[in-house]
């Protein structure tokens, strides 16, 4: 099973892709929502989702686009399911999704950093050493 997964291609995408994926997903899971009568539960759970694979797929450049399209997409997604006016409403009762989905996308943008750096450091000691 390891093995399978890791012939698989690795995705790269840029800021501006980061950004289109979690919108669009964002955008599905709204509309998906709102036919369900307005599951909250089931849109912040597609919400944490999105801003995972959005900060794992992309690209080590542009690991800041992660955490700010996260917001961004939560705000686009819930226009499919609610009228114009209750955004502002749905934003507020749905914080607790945005911050957690927010924190996530953070936390594993971070973590990449992190191990980005430690490579790199590694590779300039073993350079140093030869």
């Known amino acids: 099973?390891?093995?399978?997964?890791?012939?698989?291609?690795?995705?790269?995408?840029t800021g501006f892709g980061?950004?289109?994926?979690?919108?669009?997903?964002?955008?599905?899971?709204?509309?998906?929502?709102?036919?369900?009568?307005?599951?909250?539960?089931?849109?912040?759970?597609l919400f944490l989702l999105a801003c995972a694979a959005a900060a794992v797929w992309v690209r080590p450049a542009d690991l800041i686009c992660a955490p700010i399209a996260a917001p961004i997409a939560f705000a686009v997604?819930?226009?499919p399911s609610a009228k114009a006016l209750t955004?502002?409403?749905?934003?507020?009762?749905?914080?607790?999704w945005l911050?957690?989905?927010?924190?996530l996308a953070t936390v594993i943008v971070l973590v990449r950093g992190a191990l980005q750096l430690l490579r790199r450091?590694?590779?300039?000691?073993?350079?140093a050493r030869r």
């Open 99 to 103: 911050f957690a989905g927010t924190f």
């Open 18 to 45: 980061c950004g289109v994926l979690a919108t669009v997903v964002m955008a599905a899971a709204g509309w998906l929502s709102g036919q369900l009568g307005g599951a909250p539960v089931l849109y912040g759970v």
């Open 1 to 13: 099973m390891v093995v399978a997964l890791s012939r698989l291609p690795r995705p790269r995408l």
């Open 77 to 79: 997604g819930l226009l």
């Open 87 to 96: 955004v502002v409403t749905e934003l507020a009762m749905g914080a607790p």
């Open 121 to 127: 450091r590694r590779r300039a000691g073993r350079a």
